[in-house]
């Protein structure tokens, strides 16, 4: 999971809002919204981290603050996430992110900067994934299931491939090392990122943090 910088919504979303602020499913340009949180959220799963399209049955339009539960945010911007289909489908403990949420909350949103979510998420190398803030730790095991099977083995064999490249390079610079995070945090050509770029962006970050002792 990464922080979400939000962009501006749709039009057609701010001006349906004006006239119904809480029917959602009469909103007739969901098409544009998946266009604009798949943009803002360069090509990734607000949650897993998982490659999406913007197009019906790749990317659902996730409510941070459930649809049921919280009938005034429905057609609020910053409640809004593009999230995977989460094995949609399938039995639930196979599933994941928002398939596995449901109704259920979740402490902190990755579009909230003040709550900063990729500040208190860890990346283990046997591609687990925890927080040292007990609450949210649970979280990520309990409401979004971001430990099942299929997603720690995506994890762990992306790390293993950018470890494999960086075996043939030999030791890095400091600056070489800068270039690298600057390459997965998509700062070097500002277009789509790479599926669970935070586990490399994490792990680099770890090796940085050496240089500065």
Known sequence: M?????GPEPQSLTEYRARDPTDYDGYPDKDKLRVSLVSEQRGICCYCMGPIRATIGSTKVEH???YARYPAERLVYLNLLGACMGNEGRRHSDQHC???KGDRD???NPANMAHNVQGIVHFLADG????PNPVFNEELQQVLNLNVPVLVNSRKETLRAFQSTLR???ALSRQAW???LQQWNGEA???GLMPYCQVIIYWIQKKLARFVR
């Open 178 to 180: 800068e270039r690298l």
């Open 64 to 66: 941070w603050h459930s």
């Open 106 to 108: 979740l402490s902190r």
């Open 128 to 131: 687990r994934i925890t927080s």
């Open 189 to 191: 050509y500002g277009e």
């Open 168 to 170: 043939k390079r030999g």
């Open 2 to 6: 990464r922080n979400i910088t939000k």
């Open 98 to 100: 928002d398939s596995y």
